[in-house]
């Protein structure tokens, strides 16, 4: 035979990925679509979208699972000297950005629980780009740090809600209100020149991280740690596509490390998004650690999905009069010679097949 029926593209990646960190010894968590409402109500701000389905069974009031992450923690037996290493594939319900109505999506990532350290960073940032580079060649990971910032705001003396007011501010890019909202609170104009780096400084880690090591001093473990981790991630990955991006941010009050986001051209929204995430472990009641990462299958299978140039490679077409025998081997050759053929009485008239076989009795073989 020719060709096989292909993989359907979303489940091509999902296989891609799969493999991949089964193959570094990850160990695949399946769990319930089901959680109860209560861990999402706890934790609305560590979800994408606060908004969540829910239920009542027998009393109970349930939820369809919008996040992976939290049903990880929540379930899974947790070491503060012993790292798991799990992978997933789920579906988790949320609402689309641009109708605001619910919709399944296709969630794949891994999550590393225990013992967090370097080592463990550089592997976690390496299967990251890897996995964008499974599926293309064009991609990017920024990456900041949680805890870099935090130190950096201590410094400058930026507490309470204008530090919330700055993070913000930084995630967006926003550097003219920023200096607006930091002049006004009564910041010096130093100061306000070295938190204005984690919006000017960006790209690669050892043209950035240098003017950061003057503007702090006294954080070079932070730094070189993270400098070794992108090294690290970039030899391992082949291409240089992971860079220092400090306005990726994300709460303090979950996440105690690194973050990132991957992103994949084509793709209008991040393709990844992970980090360090210690912080929501302790919150849940856990002494460990925890590192991850979660790929958003169905952002690439939409920058990647092509419209079909054939919607069947060959079309026989039969009737009332047709010999069976005759279309049993036709079709038998046909899906031979291409793999993907269809049997019908008539097609509509904008049907476009590679190859049509009339064998109709009105009609002849063309």
Do not use: W
């Not at 029926?5 to 319930?32: E, N």
């Not at 991609?139 to 870099?148: A, L, N």
């Not at 070079?220 to 981790?229: K, N, P, Q, V």
């Not at 210690?278 to 925890?290: E, I, S, Y």
């Amino acid at each position: 035979m020719k060709n096989t029926m292909p993989l359907d593209l979303s489940d091509s990646v999902v296989q891609r990925l799969c493999s991949l960190y089964d193959s570094y010894g990850y160990t695949k968590y399946k769990m319930s679509k089901f959680e109860e409402y209560d861990l999402y109500s706890k934790n609305k701000d560590f979800l994408i979208a606060d908004e969540v389905i829910t239920f009542n069974d027998g009393g109970r009031l349930l939820a369809l699972k919008p996040d992976v992450t939290l049903s990880i923690i929540k379930n899974c037996e947790t070491f503060s000297s012993f790292c798991q290493k799990l992978y997933y594939n789920e579906k988790v319900y949320r609402p689309s950005g641009e109708t605001h109505s619910f919709r399944e999506i296709t969630q794949t990532g891994l999550e590393c629980i225990g013992e967090i350290d370097l080592y463990t960073l550089c592997e976690v940032l390496s299967l990251a780009a890897k996995s964008l580079s499974s599926v293309s060649d064009d991609y990017v990971i920024d990456v900041g740090h949680v805890g870099i910032l935090d130190r950096a705001f201590v410094a400058c003396g930026i507490e309470g809600g204008l530090r919330e007011k700055l993070t913000a501010l930084i995630g967006e890019k926003n550097l003219h209100e920023l200096r607006g909202i930091c002049v006004s609170s009564g910041v010096s104009e130093a100061d306000i020149e070295r938190v204005s780096l984690f919006i000017t400084e960006h790209g690669r880690a050892d043209d950035v991280l240098p003017v950061f090591e003057r503007a702090f001093p006294g954080d070079s473990d932070a730094f070189d740690e993270l400098r070794y981790a992108l090294t690290f991630a970039n030899s391992e990955s082949g291409k240089e596509r992971l860079s220092v991006d400090f306005s990726v941010i994300a709460s303090a009050g979950y996440y105690n490390g690194a973050v990132f986001k991957g992103y994949v051209r084509g793709c209008a929204d991040a393709a990844l998004s992970g980090g360090q995430y210690g912080n929501l472990v302790k919150r849940m009641g856990k002494d460990a650690d925890a590192l991850g990462f979660a790929v958003y299958v169905d952002e690439i299978v939409k920058s990647s999905s092509k419209p079909k140039e054939y919607d069947a490679d060959a079309v026989i077409l039969y009737d009332g009069g047709t010999d069976i025998e005759k279309l049993k081997k036709e079709t038998e050759k046909y899906r031979q010679k291409y793999g993907r053929v269809l049997v019908e009485r008539s097609i509509p008239e904008a049907f476009r097949a590679k190859e049509t076989v009339d064998l109709r009795t009105n009609g002849g073989a063309k």
